[in-house]
């Protein structure tokens, strides 16, 4: 179900029924010769408008929440989390259909964002972009290198996962530097082979997309590259989680 779409349409109903009324209905009720009741279709319209216009506002040209459902993002993102996303952090889209009308910024190495999943765009993913438009990437034995630079590891210890996270507890924890300002944890299975990779260039007007949690994800490594105009944000913010009962330390954490 395309609640973007719904959004749209509910609104432009409204808005539709709202506006002949001032115009046509509401006049012909001050001249009838007996007291009309406004009826309660367009009575709900007026009301319900302004709502549906400012959540559609909202959600397509200022932030959009998304749910996180897997543990592909881990330890960034866990299951659970409530997350909100910057929708003009690339620029202005149309809602449904996505077309780009203001450009505003293109994605920067390192930004963890929302896109619409390049063999079925009716799926939003999240993952991390490591590499930009002519970038040379390539993934070898667990190690990531940009333009044939190794992106440095760190080791931290041994992750400890709770709730849905339990299963990657044991998981080896690492800082990984992927710009000279910019690092982030990940993790590595060691009881899981790598999907090494070998040296691809990322095409103009693409990405390459990988999760944190490195050895149970599905991204770029194995379906491709992600087109600019799946784009759909870049994400901030942790505003809630629930996973099993509500995690007050993940809320208000900021993303890396």
Known sequence: ?????????????????VFVDKLVWRQKRLESAT???????????????????????????IIEPFRIPSGSMY???????????????YGIRLPVIQNKLIPLGEPERGDVVVFRYPLDPNVDYIKRIVGLPGDQISYIDKKLYVNGQLADQTPIGRYVGIDSGSVMTGAVLLKEQLTDDLTHEILIDPDRSG?????????????????????????SRSWGFVPDENLKGRAFGIWMNWDDGIHFNRIGKGIN
């Open 35 to 61: 007291t009309q009741k406004e009826p309660m279709l367009i009575e709900y319209s007026r009301s319900l408008f302004p709502v549906f216009l400012i959540v559609l506002v909202l959600r397509s040209f």
């Open 1 to 17: 179900m395309n609640f973007e779409l719904i959004l749209v349409i509910i609104t432009a109903v409204t808005g539709v029924i």
């Open 75 to 89: 330890p960034t993102l866990e299951i659970g989390d409530f997350i909100v996303v910057n929708k003009s952090a």
């Open 195 to 219: 999907q090494n990779l070998n040296t691809v260039v990322v095409p103009e007007g693409h990405y390459f997309a990988m999760g944190d949690n490195r050895d149970h994800s599905a991204d």
